[in-house]
């Protein structure tokens, strides 16, 4: 039990330097906040517009991080796309990225970004053919249930946990890895990011909406921990 | 006076002679006894060097002792000479020497002494009496007047002393004359202690006396001695054994020291002399004591600098790699310098112990190190290590897809996959094309544009380049031809980066009207094969029959009907073969359809149909009695070969109504196909005359402006011919839209149309564009409305097809109504409290057979709502309860729980009702509709078709301006614009008619109708104001947000939300090392190849093994 403590304890220092080192690496007065990627195709990016501030407050609740209350919306071209350092992308439906989207993106993300998709329903397809064009190298892997993502803040020894249902299967997760770094991740079968939204928007139980809010916490700070 | 006087001196005078003579008789005997002690001891010395010879050493401290205390000895007497002679030159006293005197002679006696004294007070003293004075003196001097002193003198002692110096000499003399000369060298020995044997020194020169060599060098020694006597002598060291060497040549000795390994001294003896000892100072050669290597590669070739193994100095890199070299030698040296076999000298820096140098490797060669010690010692036998130059490849570019010359697509783009290879990186890739006009064939180098490929990882060994190569700006016009290929350089900045060539490809830009012959031929070969076939399979059904029936009266299978089996057998085969192949064809030609979007969503997705319903004309159960067959003749079994030839005939009805069923659908199909083809060309030359009219107004190539306006013409005529086709092929096929293709033919073939597209070209041939834009628009706007008859034809059709769904609802209401109506007997039945065990028992196979009876139904409407919008959802509910109630049933029956069942089969007439009343529902919904509802796909296109129309109307509204007083010609437009928005209303009041199953997701398209009717009023009035517009827009923005709803509705379905269940899960496998970097895994197993040295040819395996695992991978899906 001792140990345990201890270990929390440890944890808890090393978080406290990680977010101040974070904090401190932004510009004065600057509050963290996560970005919602604007792309074209014809799929809803704008999907929950209440889901990144109950998440932002969420993190301002659990951690210390100077979170903004709203998020900020960013295309791939916009000139402070590299302003950012995790990106959030959800959506329905089609997503197309250009040549030079693909590209910046991967730029982006082979220099410290993070981007974190959630499949919404029907975005599976479109992320992954899109996401090829980004990292055509590099192989999308199952991410296990001992990476660091399901124990970076709370503790989720059985992945991810299942928020909606869509096809009747198990909750998936998936990344892209640069220099040993998971710099995409990709739920699937879960919809964590509804389960951000405001309760009456889909109307999850609050054990479903504080799981989500956990698993995203976990996300952020993986994000900006790595 | 003078008598006292001159006596008196003459007195003193002779007592100083005395006394002189006596101090010199003193010397001479202390001088002689020293003298004879010296000789003797001499003597002594020199006898005894020579019987005891002496070492040189002991001879010279003897000398020196010897020569020591002769020198003192001597030196006592020249200073007792002195102290009696100078400084005691007066002592005795006169007075003492009067007394010795006076005691010689009796009378005297003291009175010489007395008279001295008194005469000293004769001239001073007055109390003495002067005459007693000279008295006394006169007789003392009269006493001794004839006495002389000399006589007084002792001179024994003195005597002895000679004779022992006499004694002394002769003794010498005598052993000097016995002992001859060994007395006499010993007496040279004693002068000259290093003497030969004859008496002589014995000299030794010792070469090369004091060195410094080289350690296992050999050093020759060689000896002179001075003593030609000597024969032998020994040499000693001060680490080993000495050598006793004999002389070889005139008073030379030699000697070879062999392999020197430690520093030592030596010197050569002879008798008991001995050469001076001389140092040997043994000294390494430099040696290289640890040679470290770094090589860094040219920087563009992007390896990591490495290191060699320690001590391995044979290099390996790419041209240009600078080489660091380190190394430290076993001791201090002044210089190191590498020598390269190609003549090349590069200088180390020296340091101490150590030394280092830089060289870049240019070329094949071999180097040596020459170190060079403090001595000038150079190094022993340095290595020659060896430089290889690791060639760096010239890239290899491919264009793997499409890898072939094609023909573009729809989409005017070239899918592009670009592969370059380099074994160090590929820096740059560019397509380069040109474009050859109609009929030109001849290729001009000069004309290629190039165009860099931007926004890849350029660097890596191999680029994969996946791009869209959108040509549909490139102003292509129908039957261009693009030549294209892709040139890619290395990123060799040493030797020059090396260019490589694609292989060359053709992209021919078709019309739209030769695709669709080219696919109208295409399937009217599939068609035809497939009726070969069919009437083949007639013939082989006869052929079967009637061996069939010889079969029954054969008794034995004899050969001749073993050979009209067997050709039965290979007949059967030979279409499977045909069938086969056709199927391949159709394939294709669906793909292409579809990948280039020549045909609409709909048409594809019922040839996809097809292509399945295909397969199942070639049944797995066909092939087995073909087996079957083959094994009865193989037996030449009769009654075997009979049931298969019975088997396969029942078998080959069966394929022939399958194979009839599906050509009747392709001849179905087809009429269909040409007409969205024909729908789409003329989509198709609306866009392009749109095209000519934006390129005229920016000033384009005319002469290709005029061509293409030309093409157009032609393609509207080829338009009507395939629409005349299309009316010829209808009218032979019932429940077609001939009408509304006649209507569209009309159109196409309207003097306006025809006029147009003359003017047109004429314009474009004068140059006088000034209508240009305006008879373009109309011209456009005609087009489009061939293309929206040609569309509503379309649907008109699908509407047929809607009549079929309708049938098959109908007929499954049927056995609903039907299976309704044994539940409830068979409800009543089990409620009746008379049934019995048994009848329970039936009732409950009754039931069963309800339910799969229900199973059967249920499946038909599932497959239905699958197809049609307007089937109601609830239907496949309802029928889902029903079934479920059923289950229930049969569960309550088993277990002899009548009233549970009965009520379980009360609820399923219940939901079977339902079920009923919402298939009612849906029919009537279908009736009303007229279309009896539209899909999806239907929806979508013609919305889109419309807001086009919607679209160009409004645009030529705008262009009218705002306000009254218009023109006659402006009026003539207006009221043409009026019509046309009109029939656009026609067409969404139909549409919003047809599209009822989706009122709830389009909302009221009615109110979008009324709109437009509103806008027709304003054009009929010629009067065009801010609401006109406005209201114009607002109705394309409804028709836009109305596909956009519609799209959405699929994802809306599923995305309702609901809850998660929670799933048992197990983590995926653990990440691979790689972590999904397959590039990566690829680089780095290269590098450390390159890195452990594998040869060239091994490398190329290992890059093919990863390729491979990669390929592999990615065919796995990863």
Same mark, same amino acid.
């Given at each position: 039990?001792?140990? %345990?403590?201890?270990?929390?304890?440890?944890?808890?220092?090393?978080?406290?330097?990680?977010?101040?080192?974070?904090?401190?690496?932004?510009?004065?007065?600057?509050?963290?906040?996560?970005?919602?990627?604007?792309?074209?195709?014809?799929?809803?990016?704008?999907?929950?517009?209440? %889901?990144?501030?109950?998440?932002?407050?969420?993190?301002?609740?659990?951690?210390?991080?100077?979170?903004?209350?709203?998020?900020?919306?960013?295309?791939?071209?916009?000139?402070?796309?590299?302003?950012?350092?995790?990106?959030?992308?959800? $959506?329905?439906?089609?997503?197309?990225?250009?040549?030079?989207?693909?590209?910046?993106?991967?730029?982006?993300?082979?220099?410290? $970004?993070?981007?974190?998709?959630?499949?919404?329903?029907?975005?599976?397809?479109?992320?992954?053919?899109?996401?090829?064009?980004?990292?055509?190298?590099?192989?999308?892997?199952?991410?296990?249930?001992?990476?660091?993502?399901?124990?970076?803040?709370?503790?989720?020894?059985?992945?991810?946990?299942?928020?909606?249902?869509?096809?009747?299967?198990?909750?998936?997760?998936?990344?892209?890895?640069?220099? $040993?770094?998971?710099?995409?991740?990709?739920?699937?079968?879960?919809?964590?990011?509804?389960?951000?939204?405001?309760?009456?928007?889909?109307?999850?139980?609050?054990?479903?909406?504080?799981?989500?809010?956990?698993?995203?916490?976990?996300?952020?700070?993986?994000?900006?921990?790595? | 006076?003078?008598?006292?006087?001159?006596?008196?001196?003459?007195?003193?005078?002779?007592?100083?002679?005395?006394?002189?003579?006596?101090?010199?008789?003193?010397?001479?005997?202390?001088?002689?006894?020293?003298?004879?002690?010296?000789?003797?001891?001499?003597?002594?010395?020199?006898?005894?060097?020579?019987?005891?010879?002496?070492?040189?050493?002991?001879?010279?401290?003897?000398?020196?002792?010897?020569?020591?205390?002769?020198?003192?000895?001597?030196?006592?007497?020249?200073?007792?000479?002195?102290?009696?002679?100078?400084?005691?030159?007066?002592?005795?006293?006169?007075?003492?020497?009067?007394?010795?005197?006076?005691?010689?002679?009796?009378?005297?006696?003291?009175?010489?002494?007395?008279?001295?004294?008194?005469?000293?007070?004769?001239?001073?003293?007055?109390?003495?009496?002067?005459?007693?004075?000279?008295?006394?003196?006169?007789?003392?001097?009269?006493?001794?007047?004839?006495?002389?002193?000399?006589?007084?003198?002792?001179?024994?002692?003195?005597?002895?002393?000679?004779?022992?110096?006499?004694?002394?000499?002769?003794?010498?003399?005598?052993?000097?004359?016995?002992?001859?000369?060994?007395?006499?060298?010993?007496?040279?020995?004693?002068?000259?202690?290093?003497?030969?044997?004859?008496?002589?020194?014995?000299?030794?020169?010792?070469?090369?006396?004091?060195?410094?060599?080289?350690?296992?060098?050999?050093?020759?020694?060689?000896?002179?001695?001075?003593?030609?006597?000597?024969?032998?002598?020994?040499?000693?060291?001060?680490?080993?054994?000495?050598?006793?060497?004999?002389?070889?040549?005139?008073?030379?000795?030699?000697?070879?020291?062999?392999?020197?390994?430690?520093?030592?001294?030596?010197?050569?003896?002879?008798?008991?002399?001995?050469?001076?000892?001389?140092? @040997?100072?043994?000294?390494?050669?430099?040696?290289?004591?640890?040679?470290?290597?770094?090589?860094?590669?040219?920087?563009?070739?992007?390896?990591?600098?490495?290191?060699?193994?320690?001590?391995?100095?044979?290099?390996?890199?790419?041209?240009?790699?600078?080489?660091?070299?380190?190394?430290?030698?076993?001791?201090?040296?002044?210089?190191?310098?590498?020598?390269?076999?190609?003549?090349?000298?590069?200088?180390?820096?020296?340091?101490?112990?150590?030394?280092?140098?830089?060289?870049?490797?240019?070329?094949?060669?071999?180097?040596?190190?020459?170190?060079?010690?403090?001595?000038?010692?150079?190094?022993?036998?340095?290595?020659?290590?060896?430089?290889?130059?690791?060639?760096?490849?010239?890239?290899?570019?491919?264009?793997?897809?499409?890898?072939?010359?094609?023909?573009?697509?729809?989409?005017?783009?070239?899918?592009?996959?670009?592969?370059?290879?380099?074994?160090?990186?590929?820096?740059?890739?560019?397509?380069?094309?040109?474009?050859?006009?109609?009929?030109?064939?001849?290729?001009?180098? *000069?004309?290629?544009?190039?165009?860099?490929?931007?926004?890849?990882?350029?660097?890596?060994?191999?680029?994969?380049?996946?791009?869209?190569?959108?040509?549909?700006?490139?102003?292509?016009?129908?039957?261009?031809?693009? @030549?294209?290929?892709?040139?890619?350089?290395?990123?060799?900045?040493?030797?020059?980066?090396?260019?490589?060539?694609?292989?060359?490809?053709?992209?021919?830009?078709?019309?739209?009207?030769?695709?669709?012959?080219?696919?109208?031929?295409n399937q009217d070969n599939v068609i035809e094969g497939m009726e070969d076939v069919f009437q083949q399979e007639q013939e082989l059904q006869k052929q079967i029959a009637d061996l069939a029936q010889e079969m029954k009266r054969a008794t034995e299978v004899n050969w001749e009907k073993q050979q009209e089996a067997e050709e039965i057998l290979k007949n059967r085969q030979d279409m499977q073969e045909k069938l086969?192949?056709?199927?391949?064809?159709?394939?294709?030609?669906?793909?292409?359809?579809?990948?280039?979007?020549?045909?609409?969503?709909?048409?594809?997705?019922?040839?996809?149909?097809?292509?399945?319903?295909?397969?199942?004309?070639?049944?797995?159960?066909?092939?087995?009695?073909?087996?079957?067959?083959?094994?009865?003749?193989?037996?030449?079994?009769?009654?075997?070969?009979?049931?298969?030839?019975?088997?396969?005939?029942?078998?080959?009805?069966?394929?022939?109504?399958?194979?009839?069923?599906?050509?009747?659908?392709?001849?179905?199909?087809?009429?269909?196909?040409?007409?969205?083809?024909?729908?789409?060309?003329?989509?198709?030359?609306?866009?392009?005359?749109?095209?000519?009219?934006?390129?005229?107004?920016?000033?384009?190539?005319?002469?290709?402006?005029?061509?293409?306006?030309?093409?157009?013409?032609?393609?509207?005529?080829?338009?009507?011919?395939?629409?005349?086709?299309?009316?010829?092929?209808?009218?032979?096929?019932?429940?077609?839209?001939?009408?509304?293709?006649?209507?569209?033919?009309?159109?196409?073939?309207?003097?306006?149309?025809?006029?147009?597209?003359?003017?047109?070209?004429?314009?474009?041939?004068?140059?006088?564009?000034?209508?240009?834009?305006?008879?373009?628009?109309?011209?456009?706007?005609?087009?489009?409305?061939?293309?929206?008859?040609?569309?509503?034809?379309?649907?008109?059709?699908?509407?047929?097809?809607?009549?079929?769904?309708?049938?098959?609802?109908?007929?499954?209401?049927?056995?609903?109504?039907?299976?309704?109506?044994?539940?409830?007997?068979?409800?009543?039945?089990?409620?009746?409290?008379?049934?019995?065990?048994?009848?329970?028992?039936?009732?409950?196979?009754?039931?069963?057979?309800?339910?799969?009876?229900?199973?059967?139904?249920?499946?038909?409407?599932?497959?239905?709502?699958?197809?049609?919008?307007?089937?109601?959802?609830?239907?496949?509910?309802?029928?889902?309860?029903?079934?479920?109630?059923?289950?229930?049933?049969?569960?309550?029956?088993?277990?002899?729980?009548?009233?549970?069942?009965?009520?379980?089969?009360?609820?399923?007439?219940?939901?079977?009702?339902?079920?009923?009343?919402?298939?009612?529902?849906?029919?009537?919904?279908?009736?009303?509709?007229?279309?009896?509802?539209?899909?999806?796909?239907?929806?979508?296109?013609?919305?889109?078709?419309?807001?086009?129309?919607?679209?160009?109307?409004?645009?030529?509204?705008?262009?009218?301006?705002?306000?009254?007083?218009?023109?006659?010609?402006?009026?003539?437009?207006?009221?043409?614009?009026?019509?046309?928005?009109?029939?656009?209303?026609?067409?969404?009041?139909?549409?919003?008619?047809?599209?009822?199953?989706?009122?709830?997701?389009?909302?009221?398209?009615?109110?979008?109708?009324?709109?437009?009717?509103?806008?027709?009023?304003?054009?009929?009035?010629?009067?065009?104001?801010?609401?006109?517009?406005?209201?114009?827009?607002?109705?394309? *923005?409804?028709?836009?947000?109305?596909?956009?709803?519609?799209?959405?509705?699929?994802?809306?379905?599923?995305?309702?939300?609901?809850?998660?269940?929670?799933?048992?899960?197990?983590?995926?496998?653990?990440?691979?090392?790689?972590?999904?970097?397959?590039?990566?895994?690829?680089?780095?197993?290269?590098?450390?190849?390159?890195?452990?040295?594998?040869?060239?040819?091994?490398?190329?395996?290992?890059?093919?093994?990863?390729?491979?695992?990669?390929?592999?991978?990615?065919?796995?899906?990863?």
């Open positions: 039990m001792i140990k %345990c403590s201890m270990k929390k304890i440890y944890c808890v220092f090393f978080l406290l330097f990680v977010f101040i080192t974070v904090l401190a690496a932004q510009p004065k007065g600057s509050q963290f906040t996560i970005a919602r990627l604007k792309y074209t195709g014809g799929g809803d990016w704008y999907n929950d517009p209440s %889901c990144i501030p109950n998440l932002l407050a969420f993190i301002k609740q659990h951690a210390v991080i100077n979170t903004a209350q709203d998020e900020v919306q960013v295309s791939i071209m916009d000139e402070d796309f590299f302003s950012y350092p995790v990106l959030f992308i959800t $959506g329905h439906g089609r997503i197309t990225f250009t040549d030079k989207e693909a590209e910046r993106l991967r730029t982006y993300l082979t220099h410290g $970004g993070f981007l974190y998709a959630d499949d919404d329903y029907g975005m599976d397809e479109h992320f992954r053919r899109e996401m090829r064009k980004v990292f055509p190298d590099k192989d999308l892997l199952a991410i296990p249930f001992s990476h660091e993502i399901f124990h970076s803040h709370f503790e989720f020894a059985n992945g991810l946990p299942k928020i909606h249902e869509h096809d009747g299967k198990p909750p998936a997760g998936f990344g892209y890895f640069h220099n $040993g770094r998971l710099v995409v991740f990709y739920t699937q079968e879960t919809n964590i990011s509804d389960g951000w939204a405001d309760a009456e928007v889909h109307g999850n139980p609050p054990v479903k909406r504080e799981l989500a809010l956990k698993m995203g916490m976990n996300i952020i700070v993986y994000a900006l921990m790595n | 006076m003078s008598n006292v006087t001159n006596t008196y001196n003459e007195l003193i005078s002779r007592l100083k002679e005395y006394r002189t003579r006596q101090k010199a008789l003193f010397f001479s005997h202390n001088l002689c006894r020293v003298l004879a002690i010296l000789l003797a001891v001499f003597l002594l010395l020199l006898l005894a060097e020579t019987i005891l010879d002496f070492t040189p050493q002991l001879l010279i401290v003897i000398a020196i002792l010897f020569t020591f205390a002769a020198a003192l000895a001597l030196l006592w007497q020249l200073g007792s000479f002195f102290l009696l002679f100078v400084i005691h030159s007066q002592k005795p006293s006169l007075n003492d020497i009067a007394l010795q005197v006076g005691s010689f002679y009796k009378k005297t006696d003291d009175r010489l002494a007395n008279a001295l004294q008194l005469i000293q007070r004769y001239y001073g003293d007055t109390r003495y009496s002067r005459s007693l004075i000279e008295e006394s003196l006169n007789i003392s001097a009269g006493a001794l007047q004839d006495h002389d002193f000399k006589n007084f003198l002792d001179r024994k002692p003195f005597f002895r002393s000679v004779k022992y110096v006499l004694a002394a000499l002769i003794i010498t003399g005598i052993f000097s004359l016995f002992l001859g000369t060994q007395f006499n060298t010993a007496l040279l020995r004693y002068t000259h202690p290093y003497l030969d044997s004859r008496g002589r020194q014995a000299h030794f020169i010792v070469l090369p006396g004091h060195v410094t060599a080289l350690r296992n060098t050999d050093i020759p020694v060689k000896i002179w001695v001075s003593d030609s006597a000597a024969q032998n002598l020994s040499l000693h060291f001060s680490d080993r054994e000495p050598v006793v060497l004999t002389k070889t040549g005139a008073d030379t000795f030699y000697y070879t020291i062999p392999e020197v390994k430690e520093t030592f001294s030596y010197h050569a003896e002879y008798r008991r002399f001995s050469s001076p000892d001389y140092k @040997v100072t043994v000294e390494e050669r430099p040696l290289l004591r640890t040679l470290k290597i770094q090589i860094t590669p040219p920087a563009y070739s992007k390896i990591t600098p490495w290191s060699l193994d320690d001590n391995v100095g044979d290099i390996s890199a790419l041209k240009g790699a600078q080489i660091t070299l380190t190394g430290q030698t076993n001791k201090p040296v002044q210089s190191a310098m590498l020598l390269f076999a190609g003549g090349a000298k590069i200088t180390a820096r020296v340091e101490e112990r150590s030394f280092s140098a830089k060289f870049t490797i240019w070329q094949n060669d071999t180097y040596i190190i020459d170190l060079v010690d403090e001595s000038g010692n150079h190094s022993d036998k340095p290595i020659t290590y060896t430089i290889r130059v690791i060639p760096d490849q010239y890239p290899l570019v491919d264009i793997v897809q499409p890898g072939k010359d094609i023909d573009l697509g729809d989409d005017m783009t070239i899918p592009l996959l670009i592969e370059a290879r380099d074994d160090y990186g590929v820096s740059l890739l560019r397509l380069a094309y040109q474009v050859l006009p109609q009929g030109d064939e001849q290729i001009d180098s *000069s004309r290629f544009v190039l165009q860099k490929l931007q926004g890849f990882d350029y660097g890596k060994d191999i680029l994969r380049v996946g791009l869209d190569w959108d040509l549909s700006t490139s102003d292509l016009m129908p039957t261009d031809v693009v @030549v294209y290929y892709v040139e890619g350089y290395d990123n060799d900045t040493i030797s020059g980066p090396k260019r490589a060539v694609s292989k060359m490809y053709r992209a021919r830009f078709p019309s739209l009207y030769e695709i669709y012959q080219d696919i109208t031929a086969q192949d056709l199927a391949a064809d159709l394939n294709e030609m669906v793909d292409k359809m579809q990948n280039e979007n020549l045909v609409s969503a709909e048409t594809i997705k019922k040839f996809q149909e097809v292509q399945e319903l295909y397969k199942e004309i070639m049944t797995p159960e066909m092939e087995q009695l073909m087996r079957e067959m083959a094994q009865a003749l193989e037996n030449m079994d009769r009654n075997l070969l009979q049931k298969a030839l019975e088997e396969f005939k029942l078998s080959e009805e069966e394929f022939n109504k399958n194979l009839d069923k599906t050509i009747s659908l392709l001849k179905r199909l087809k009429i269909e196909q040409q007409l969205d083809q024909a729908q789409k060309m003329a989509e198709n030359l609306a866009e392009r005359q749109e095209n000519v009219a934006d390129k005229t107004a920016e000033n384009a190539d005319m002469e290709r402006l005029l061509k293409e306006q030309q093409n157009i013409d032609h393609d509207k005529q080829a338009l009507g011919e395939m629409l005349q086709d299309l009316q010829k092929e209808m009218s032979a096929t019932p429940a077609m839209p001939e009408q509304e293709v006649a209507e569209a033919m009309n159109t196409l073939e309207s003097d306006s149309l025809n006029t147009g597209l003359q003017n047109l070209e004429e314009m474009l041939q004068s140059g006088n564009l000034s209508k240009f834009d305006k008879t373009s628009k109309q011209v456009q706007n005609r087009m489009q409305q061939v293309s929206q008859q040609l569309l509503k034809a379309k649907n008109s059709m699908s509407g047929a097809q809607q009549q079929k769904a309708f049938a098959e609802l109908k007929k499954n209401s049927r056995q609903i109504l039907e299976l309704s109506k044994q539940q409830e007997e068979v409800m009543q039945k089990t409620g009746d409290p008379m049934t019995g065990d048994e009848q329970v028992t039936d009732i409950a196979e009754k039931q069963q057979e309800i339910r799969t009876g229900l199973g059967r139904v249920t499946d038909n409407v599932f497959r239905l709502s699958k197809e049609n919008f307007a089937i109601d959802p609830g239907i496949y509910k309802a029928l889902g309860l029903a079934s479920m109630q059923m289950d229930d049933a049969v569960s309550a029956l088993e277990e002899r729980n009548n009233t549970a069942a009965a009520n379980n089969q009360g609820n399923a007439v219940t939901a079977l009702n339902q079920a009923m009343h919402r298939i009612q529902a849906s029919m009537q919904n279908m009736m009303q509709g007229g279309g009896m509802g539209m899909s999806f796909q239907q929806f979508m296109e013609q919305m889109q078709q419309m807001a086009k129309g919607q679209q160009g109307i409004n645009e030529q509204t705008l262009g009218m301006g705002l306000g009254k007083g218009l023109s006659m010609a402006q009026q003539a437009q207006m009221a043409r614009l009026s019509a046309e928005q009109g029939q656009m209303r026609k067409s969404m009041e139909q549409l919003a008619n047809e599209a009822k199953g989706l009122s709830e997701v389009l909302g009221d398209l009615g109110n979008m109708a009324q709109e437009m009717q509103q806008v027709e009023n304003d054009l009929n009035r010629n009067i065009i104001t801010r609401e006109t517009i406005t209201r114009q827009n607002r109705i394309l *923005s409804r028709m836009l947000d109305a596909q956009k709803s519609i799209r959405e509705r699929e994802y809306s379905r599923k995305r309702q939300a609901e809850r998660g269940k929670d799933y048992f899960a197990t983590s995926p496998d653990e990440l691979d090392e790689n972590l999904g970097e397959r590039e990566n895994r690829l680089q780095q197993a290269l590098l450390q190849a390159k890195k452990e040295g594998y040869t060239r040819d091994y490398l190329e395996l290992i890059k093919q093994y990863f390729e491979a695992l990669t390929r592999q991978n990615e065919k796995n899906g990863n």
